[in-house]
Every structure is written in C-alpha cells, then in structure tokens.
C-alpha cells in the first residue's frame, strides 16, 4: 500500500494537507517523505503510515531518490498538472556559491561588505554632535 513512489496526504501535524512521496520503508508502521520541500513544503523526515493517506498517483523512483531525482519524475510523469502545483523557480547555484578570488597561488574567499547598523549609525551621529 504505501510502496516506494506512492504520493500520499499527510494528514496530520504541521504538514497536514500537504503532498508528499514516499521514498524508504523503515519498518511496519514508518516511512521516510519528502515533498520536495521546494514543491509541497513536505521535509524529507520519516512519517507514521497513519498519518498519511494514499492517493492514486504513483512515480517511479528509486529508493532512496534525491529531492532532485523526485522533481525530475514529478515533471515526467505530469504531477504539477495532475496536482496543480505550482513548478519551483530554481535560481542557479553561480549565486550560492562564494566568489573565489586567487592570490600568490592560495584561493580566498571574498567576504560580503558589511552595512552599518542602526546603533553604529546612532554612535556615530552622537560622535559628531559631540565634537561640535
């Protein structure tokens, strides 16, 4: 019934109502979902069967299957229609990386400029009124 693949309701906890897919079997009462949490906000997390309702969708995935494997098979197999949800706008990764910069043949991170905080600004105006 709750097979590897099968797409299921949660019906309980902070997630209820969600959809979700069933990735792994722990044991006779557990299953490991996920949603992706990027498509259905489901975090992948083990889940008691009773808290799930199975509906008539089911994908071919592995065992085990990558939220990005999962994303794949929900585009293949027409999911976002079937379900209407709404497809994730992935932005690309060049963004979430950290610029490298090389000097004397040892890579360094550039780290981001800080911006000056309301008590410093607050510190700095009093600084200013006081040398007057």
């Known amino acids: 019934m709750f097979e590897i693949g099968r797409m299921c309701v949660k019906t309980a906890g902070r997630e209820a109502g969600k959809y979700c897919v ?3 079997t722990v044991d006779k009462d557990f299953v490991i979902v996920t949603g992706p949490k990027l498509v259905t906000g489901v975090k ?5 069967k009773r ?3 199975p509906i008539p969708i089911k994908i071919s995935i592995n065992k085990g299957a990558s939220d990005e494997d999962i994303m794949k098979a929900y585009e293949k197999e027409g999911v976002y229609e079937k379900l209407k ?3 994730p706008k992935i932005e690309g990764k060049e963004k979430e990386k950290k610029e490298v910069k090389k000097e004397g043949g040892k890579e360094k991170k550039e780290k981001p400029e800080k ?4 008590k410093s600004s607050a510190k700095a105006k009093k600084e200013g009124k006081a040398k007057k």
């Open 22 to 24: 069933v990735v792994d």
């Open 44 to 48: 992948r997390r083990r889940c008691n």
């Open 51 to 53: 808290h799930l309702e």
């Open 85 to 87: 949800i709404e497809k």
């Open 115 to 118: 911006k000056a905080s309301k």
